[in-house]
Nanobody, 118 residues
Framework: QVQLVESGGGLVQAGGSLRLSCAASGRTSSTYAMGWFRQAPGKEREVVAK????????YYTDSVKGRFTIARDNAKNTVNLQMNSLKPEDTAVYYCAAGGTFASDDYWGQGTQVTVSS
């Protein structure tokens, strides 16, 4: 089992940047594929980006391609999400997740709020 703690959320103006971090503890995070999800008020949770165990395979939802970058450091048991050119529609609670496979999400963090003002 793995525990996940997100950090780095906050309030930023449109066009600005934020860097979210997810620290994993417990079982070695390199055992898991990792991902970032978000949930805006009144909307369903959606996947933002995912990264394979080795970091060689990544996935981005279309709305963030070219603006967000997911990366992991297995030595430090962290996965980060660099978010650039932020838009008001990026406002949401962002969650870190870990899964036994690239397609699964078995463990979740508590979430961190990202608010982008126009």
């Amino acid at each position: 089992q793995v525990q996940l703690v997100e950090s780095g959320g906050g309030l930023v103006q449109a066009g600005g940047s934020l860097r979210l971090s997810c620290a994993a503890s417990g079982r070695t995070s390199s055992t898991y594929a990792m991902g970032w999800f978000r949930q805006a008020p009144g909307k369903e949770r959606e996947v933002v980006a995912k990264i394979s165990r080795s970091g060689t395979i990544t996935y981005y939802t279309d709305s963030v391609k070219g603006r967000f970058t997911i990366a992991r450091d297995n030595a430090k048991n962290t996965v980060n999400l660099q978010m650039n050119s932020l838009k008001p529609e990026d406002t949401a609670v962002y969650y870190c997740a870990a899964g036994g496979t690239f397609a699964s999400d078995d463990y979740w963090g508590q979430g961190t709020q990202v608010t982008v003002s126009s």
